[in-house]
């Protein structure tokens, strides 16, 4: 048989590591990587990135009136003078009258170096403590000290501000006269779980950094100051990082203004403010014209972000059942609808820590919700009653986010009714043990909608961190590993793989340094903060499953199929006009057809198989190696025969190419208007915690309080200007079905079963567009078509497009 290629056995040989959620260095696009415009200071190299500013104007020392002739001392009382900053987090704390004490190190040297007997002197050291005139304290000086020559001042610490002790390491000579800067050293706490490598926390194995192992821990990794390590072979090329790198400034431009003139916790205060994110024929602010071009020229409609196709099409979208039913179906998350089964909905969390396993959705409630015209029993005997549940996934985290300021989460679910038209009609959310109902009126009709930002925000977050990045970059990267390291690049399947293998190592790398990493663009502006990738862990752990990610075996699990031997795909969809699974139903069977065609092509008999050691020793590592904390599930499917084989590599093909494109490229378009879906709640609902002087606030104000919740300027900047990054297909872009590897090309048989590939292909896209005309869920006013499972790209920035792998 064909051995592996010793070359790349070398790039590939310790790839693993089980050092996921590592403290990467800051996302390069935040907020605080930008020069901060200020009058204090007119350098080109200030950069501030995460620090606040200490203005220490003098240092004077001066002799108290308590001599000491006895022992030939004197005292010395220091005074240091401390002001805050015009801007900043110590000017904030000053007016708030947070800070409440502080101490500053203090070191005297004298001004000559040595004695006059040659002795050389030492310097003395001594804490000042706060006063009214500043930071005083005392030395006791010999009298051949000599002159004070200088003063070190070692530290500054102030305690008080609710995010803990703010520290400045100074380590500075201070002169009379002179004023120094100095920078605070408290940066956001980066330690983070270690996943994979062990039960609570199993993660799949990823290629290694490069960076070593943490003095201090073992199992972390520092900062890496450089990229994270990619092999050669697997970079981006030449024309591919070009075009990323375009599309990331093209995109984050809009933000500067924003991020540039405004504080970076102020919200919105108007939605009209939030449109104006959007208007590209609006011309620049006043605040924006009147700085100086030197600092930020006149960009014009560079300044504003592309129109999303949802806003484009229904500025008041957002707002509408309709609409919220039907995105669960066709919006960029629907992959996490299931069928009620049963009732009443129940927690499998531990009761002793978490409470009743009931929900707050009773039978009552939804009955009421139906008109009484059918039973919760018929209802759920008919096939009409879907749910959305992320309760127990996130009530666990509850508690833990809260305390770090500034983000809510709950343990929620949705409840849907199948009309006889079947769209879905939302009929109820639950906010831990809160139930809330659809209104349009008053304040039943505010609640309502605050629920709904609610539990959208958690849908972003689940889509976002399980959906897209678990299901499809993290777990799909130890299949690439394995390929490289147990498969000839002359081995069939190898060639069969390679594609839909193309720059998801690159992109995860980028990911790790700027999007998912501590402290990056997900923990900065989605609602578990912190403990986004620790919840993916627990998800990993909980719900993924090999033998489930095929698309057949996901809707059957989740009920919203059944096996149809009969069909032409095997499955009978429970409804029938479910976007993301009646055309990805379709494209799976036609990759299922090419790869049923070209194994049987390679493995004419069963018992080839057996005795291919390079595959079975692929298929054994991503088991045991790729995926090492589920290695002892009995679920794996069995690699013994073609069809199992065939099998296998459908679903890797699957979730490279259809499942990835119907997750990621819609993003902007339905997601960048983020009221439709915000990434963050930054409050609680009105009901929770309730007093009277808040009740009062949301009567009079409901609109403050939905703004409230939303992301701030700052992280809807900077989100919605990830969210055009990755939406955009890259100028190389490969689709599949469009290029035969090119070997296929001299083998008669391979290359006609391509060719009949692609021609279904081209099939699925005209069933796409016939469907798009005339069914409720992806047609009508105000409604965007469902094409993100169409193959071919026309636009570049529009969802369409599936490319043969996760390559952004």
Known sequence: MLKPQSVLNQHYSSCFSNKD????????????????????????????????????????????????????????????IVEAGATGVLSYLSKLGRV?????????????????????????????????????CTFNVEHRFGDVGAIFVKEIYFDGYPGGRIIFSCESWLQPDSNRIFFTNKSEDLKRKVLGGNPTYPYPRRCRTGSPSSKKEIFSNPRIKDKIYVPRDENFSEMKLSSFNSAKRHAFIPAIENILLKEDERRFSSFAEIDQLF??????????KETPSKILPDLGSFLRFRTPELLNKDKF????????????????????IQLVREWPLKSNLAQEYYGEPESAITKELLESMMAECMTVEKAIEEKRLFVIDYHDLMLPFVEKVRKTGGRNLYGSRALFFRTTSDTLKPM???????????????????????????????????????????????????????????????????RLLKPHFKDTMAINALARESLVNAGGIIESAFSPGKYSLEMSSVAYRDLWRFDQEGLPADLIRRGMAEEDPTSDTGVKLTIEDYPYASDGIVMWTIIGQWVNAYVNHYYPDETDIEFDYEIKNWW???????????????????????????????????????????????????????????????????????????????????????LSCFPTCDQACMVVATLNVLSKHSEDEQYIGDKPEASWAENAVIKAEFELFRERLMDLNKIIDERNKKLKNRSGAGVIPYTLLKTTCQDKLKGMGVPNSISI
């Open 317 to 336: 979208a957002w707002m509408k059942d309709e609409e919220f039913g039907r995105q669960t179906l066709a919006g960029v998350n629907p992959c996490t």
């Open 100 to 136: 409440k004490s502080g101490r500053v190190g203090v070191e005297l040297v004298a001004a000559n170096k040595c004695s006059e007997d040659g002795e050389k002197r030492k310097s003395i050291q001594q804490d000042a403590e706060e006063g009214k005139g500043g930071y005083t």
């Open 428 to 494: 109820a959310i639950e906010l831990w043990k809160e139930a809330y109902t659809p209104s349009t009126h008053g304040t039943a009709g505010w609640l309502w909608m605050l629920a709904k930002a609610q539990f959208l925000a958690l849908d972003s977050c689940y889509h976002q961190l399980i959906s897209h990045w678990l299901r499809t970059h993290c777990v799909v990267e130890p299949y690439v590993i394995a390929t490289n390291r147990q498969l000839s690049s002359m081995h069939p399947i190898y």
């Open 620 to 706: 054994t590592e991503i088991r045991t190696v790729g995926h090492r904390d589920k290695k002892d599930e009995t679920w794996w499917p069995k690699l013994d025969t073609s069809e199992d084989l065939t099998g296998i590599l459908t679903t890797m093909i699957w979730i490279a190419s259809g499942h990835h494109a119907a997750v990621n490229f819609g993003q902007y378009d339905y997601a960048a208007y983020f009221p439709s879906r915000p990434t963050i709640a930054r409050a609680k609902m009105p009901t929770e915690d309730q007093t009277d002087e808040s009740w009062e606030d949301f009567i009079s104000r409901p609109e403050d309080m939905i």
């Open 279 to 288: 208007d590209e024929n609006d011309n620049l602010s006043t605040e924006c």
């Open 21 to 80: 959620q590592l403290p990467w260095h800051n996302a390069p696009f935040s907020s605080r990587s930008l020069p901060l415009v200020t009058n204090q200071l007119n350098r080109k190299d200030y950069y501030p990135s995460n620090k606040s500013e200490c203005y220490v104007c003098a240092a004077v020392a001066k002799p108290s009136n308590c001599n000491d002739p006895a022992l030939n001392n004197i005292q010395l009382t220091a005074t240091i």
